[in-house]
């Protein structure tokens, strides 16, 4: 272990504890008032793909609570400060990879230094597990731990059935698989408007912390030889460093400027196709009625098309199919839990 980890592990070591201290003692479930808080994972963020999940986040909520003015915790850091007033809000952790395996030794999202403000009062909106590659189920104090900040009363939403699952073995039966929320809107009536052909150019994007040197070279390579103009979106703060180590063909052009730049770009730029690494990207492109193929990189993109048929490949698979995907016709068919997803926003239309 590098040794400048060693004092947030044990930071979190000693906060773990004194979360799941917390909920053993007390028992009294708190009466949340509406609406809610967001712990948003846009704020103070390094990685333009949390800002793509929020901004479908927000259009999903301000369809539940219009006009409203959400109060805003941020996600990321060591530590979050709340008012004294929200302390009996309910409070909706936004998508991302916000479950940790082994929150007593590291946790995804920041947490304040009382735990008596998230006891039992966060709600999940599209959550996921983080680093399942590594580590498929919650040990026990991060059990406890859920158990702890999570509402007993609401029913949660995740992004897919493996996420719903290990919440289930933990004790958390209130869940269902809502698939992403980023996806909501890809009806079948929208898929269809989807093209299903190859177009002229092509967005793409590489992933900093999931880089492979020898098949990120061959997917720009291939790309550059199938389209007329390669554009590489930059979503991470070391995504340009990581590309730079390659050798680029000359018809690669960067975008830069974080979503905003990728906005404008989608915007202007109606003949591409996607296909790329990075999930919310891909995404994104699909909302915009952009052909789009995601490569699979962690488990994420694996475990959402496993349940909804979001168009992915994995990445030992491209030397042999890549140039395939790209020319022949393929038509985009999400299916969506559209129970779930009714069921989860459908609890507060009571409480609004």
């Not at 708190?30 to 809610?36: I, N, S, V």
């Not at 990879?97 to 009382?114: E, G, Q, R, T, V």
Request: charged share 20%; hydrophobic share 35%.
């Amino acid at each position: 272990m590098n040794p400048k980890y060693i004092p947030l592990r044990l930071a979190n070591k000693v906060r773990s504890i004194r979360y799941n201290t917390y909920g053993r003692l007390r028992t009294v479930q708190p009466e949340l008032h509406m609406p809610p808080a967001l712990i948003d994972a846009s704020l103070g963020t390094k990685n333009a793909g949390d800002e793509i999940i929020m901004y479908f986040a927000n259009k999903q909520l301000t369809r539940l609570w219009p006009n409203y003015g959400f109060y805003r915790i941020p996600k990321h850091g060591f530590t979050c400060t709340i008012d004294e007033e929200q302390q009996n809000a309910l409070k909706i952790l936004c998508g991302t990879n916000a479950l940790s395996a082994y929150s007593d030794i590291y946790c995804s999202f920041a947490l304040p230094a009382d735990p008596k403000f998230y006891y039992r009062s966060v709600l999940l909106l599209a959550v996921g597990i983080s680093n399942i590659k590594y580590v498929s189920t919650f040990n026990r104090p991060t059990q406890q731990f859920l158990r702890t900040i999570l509402t007993p009363k609401w029913v949660h939403s995740v992004r897919d059935s493996n996420t719903a699952r290990q919440l289930q073995k933990a004790g958390i039966a209130n869940v269902v698989n809502t698939s992403c929320v980023t996806m909501w809107d890809l009806t079948p009536e929208f898929c269809k408007t989807i093209p299903t052909s190859k177009k002229r150019d092509v967005l793409t994007t590489i992933t900093d912390y999931e880089f492979d040197s020898q098949q990120d070279q061959y997917m720009l390579t291939t790309l550059c030889s199938e389209y007329e103009n390669v554009y590489l979106w930059i979503q991470g703060s070391e995504d340009l460093k990581k590309v730079q180590t390659l050798h680029l063909p000359p018809n690669i052009q960067f975008i830069h400027g974080g979503f905003q730049g990728l906005q404008q770009f989608v915007s202007t730029h109606h003949e591409i196709d996607y296909f790329g690494t990075r999930l919310h990207c891909g995404i994104y492109c699909l909302n915009n009625g952009i052909r789009s193929m995601i490569v699979e990189v962690d488990n994420r993109a694996r475990d959402i098309a496993v349940d909804t048929n979001l168009p992915t490949v994995q990445r030992a698979q491209l030397r042999d199919c890549m140039v395939s995907l790209i020319r022949e016709d393929r038509e985009t068919n999400i299916v969506l839990p559209v129970e779930n997803i009714e069921r989860w926003k459908n609890q507060f239309k009571s409480n609004q």
